[in-house]
């Protein structure tokens, strides 16, 4: 009895599991639907842009700028015990546009955007103003959802480009100016040693995560619970999902592009 | 011609529509009726595709309500929602003109503008409300500016959700009037859910009570006084005591 309950209970998760699975990704393929068809609706787009992408700016920077100064001190720190300081421009320049650049923007990016966009689109939902746009011929998908993915998944790439920037002159700065490099080998070191698909696949990572984050945004902002609770539970959930997202698309990018 | 053939919906175990049956006829007011939460939003909003129905039928001139056929129908179609749902991150002259800023309507901006404030001035609202958002509005008013959306390019159809809740008795009379000149003048046909009696006169050719999912009564308004049914008797002189309980 016991048994068949438990079983009845694994069963019942399971199903629930897989249908959130099923319309979270029957809601993807229809926001890059929307984002392809017309009517396209351009200042929203730009709206979007301007929210998601260059108000992120400030966020991103201090997150790279910190991250790449520490980074430095790290790799000196580690480097020192095999007589290999002078690998820190190079270590710290691939390891912020291959991983620290896209995963830390993209989790700030979330925190800041799939937050703003689930609770705007949440506060809609429960105020009835997606109903209204639906009785005024416009589809929410293509009125709300596509600017936002779209502006997402074009703009956190080029955050990472210039959270990349940032962070290397971050280490630029630590490792000038406290470990004593020399200022233009430092530079040499860094430019000399990067490769092409470094940077290309770190901005792949930006684009697919800022795709993620918006989709999530909109996903729990049109799925909102009533009333103010139901808005907090929809942002809260939506923040998390991005994180985890963000992670989990990163390892498999990893894998998809280095593995040998 | 709106036609509901036995609409059934749950949300979750709550049984709200029991199997609703109701005609509408084109160019004709139809007001609905009914103590709050028996389901009365969740009526029209069904007539919409805005909730699905669990069972029954929408039929539109005899036509059942496809995606396509829907499409056409919101064409020409236009809602005052129950709080009003104005786009708060546009200013109300925007509300008001949203069709004619995008989509099929679309036209130049300055004409659009002038719409919107003829559209306002019908609704008591002066031309300095335009540039305003809607959060700087009270209740009241946001109530009229979604009206003033809803009627903003002469739909043929038209649902109004409590448009007289929360205005004083004078603005009240106002949209009254305002809502028949439309039905009348215009040949719209017209949904009008509300509890103020006066409005009901006002307004409708046909009223009809919901009550435990079901239209209780339906009927040309000069029979609503006659109507011999005790849940409408209670409700239409708003008596504590009856068939429908007070506490719900
Ligand atoms: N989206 C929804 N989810 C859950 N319950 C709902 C939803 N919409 C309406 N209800 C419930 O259905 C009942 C009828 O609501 P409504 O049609 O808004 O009542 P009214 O007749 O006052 O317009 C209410 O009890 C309400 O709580
Ligand atoms: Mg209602």
């Known amino acids: 009895m016991a048994v068949a309950r438990t079983l009845g209970g694994i069963g019942r998760v399971t199903l629930g599991s897989m249908a959130s699975i099923g319309r979270a990704a029957l809601f993807m393929i229809r926001a890059v639907a929307a984002i392809f068809t017309p009517p396209f609706y351009v200042r929203e787009f730009w709206h979007a842009l301007l ?24 790799i000196y720190a580690g480097g020192s015990r095999f007589q290999a300081e002078s690998v820190v421009p190079s270590i710290v320049a691939i390891g912020m546009v291959r991983e620290l650049g896209p995963v830390l923007g993209g989790l700030m990016v979330a925190a800041r955007v799939a937050s703003s966009v689930a609770a705007e689109i949440g506060t809609m939902k429960v105020t009835e103003q997606i109903d209204a746009l639906v009785t005024l011929s ?35 700065l630590v490792g000038t100016g406290k470990l004593g490099f020399n200022a233009s080998t430092y530079l040499q ?4 040693y990067l490769e092409f698909w470094d940077v290309g ?34 942002t809260k959930s939506a923040v998390v999902a991005a994180s985890v997202l963000i992670l989990a698309a990163n390892y498999v990018l990893t894998e998809v592009f280095f593995a040998a | 011609m709106i036609e509901l053939t036995d609409i ?20 004709t007011s139809t007001v609905i009726i009914g103590g709050s939460g028996t389901g009365k939003s969740v009526t029209l909003k069904c007539i919409l595709g805005l909730v699905t129905p669990d069972q029954g039928e929408v039929r539109i001139n005899g036509a059942p309500m496809t995606d ?15 709080g009003a749902a104005l786009f708060d991150s ?8 949203f069709r004619l800023l995008r989509g099929n309507l679309k036209r130049p901006k300055a004409e659009a503008r002038e719409i919107a404030i003829e559209k306002l001035r019908r609704v008591g609202l002066t031309p300095d409300v335009a540039n305003l958002f809607p959060a700087e509005l009270s209740g009241g008013m946001q109530k009229r500016v979604g009206l003033a959306r809803a009627i903003a390019t002469d739909p043929q159809v038209i649902f109004f959700d409590e448009p007289t809740t929360g205005l004083d008795p004078i603005m009240a009379g106002v949209i009254n009037d305002l809502i028949r000149e439309i039905v009348t003048e215009m040949g719209a046909t017209a949904m009008t859910i509300t509890h103020d009696m006066s409005s009901v006169r006002a307004i409708s050719d046909n009223v009809a009570m919901l009550h435990e999912g079901v ?16 849940y409408v008797d209670q409700f239409i002189h708003g008596r504590a005591t009856g068939p429908i309980a007070a506490v719900r």
Not at chain 1, 189 to 192: I, L
Not at chain 1, 214 to 227: D, E, H, I, P, V
Not at chain 2, 90 to 97: T, Y
Request: glycine fraction near 14%; include cysteine.
């Open chain 1, 138 to 172: 416009t589809d929410p998908m293509r009125y709300l959802t596509a600017p936002r993915v779209l502006a997402a998944t074009l703009t956190v790439p080029v955050l990472v480009a210039v959270g990349d920037i940032i962070g290397i002159f971050g280490g630029y």
């Open chain 2, 8 to 27: 059934h919906k749950s949300f979750g175990s709550k049984h709200v529509l029991r199997g609703v049956n109701l005609t509408v006829p084109t160019g």
């Open chain 1, 51 to 74: 929210t998601i992408g260059y108000f992120s700016l400030p966020v991103v920077g201090l997150t790279a700028l910190f991250t790449g100064a520490a980074l430095a001190l790290q």
């Open chain 2, 215 to 230: 239209i209780k009564w339906t009927g040309p308004i000069a029979d609503l006084d006659q109507s011999g049914d005790p």
């Open chain 2, 68 to 82: 396509d056929g829907r499409e056409a129908f919101l064409e020409r179609f236009g809602m005052l929602f129950q």
């Open chain 1, 189 to 192: 070191n860094t430019v000399t």
């Open chain 1, 201 to 234: 696949s770190g901005l792949v990572k930006g684009a697919v995560f800022g795709f993620l984050i918006a989709l999530t945004g909109c996903y729990y902002g049109m799925n909102s619970g009533r009333g103010a609770q139901g808005v907090g539970r929809a």
């Open chain 2, 90 to 97: 546009l200013p109300i002259w925007q509300n008001v003109a």
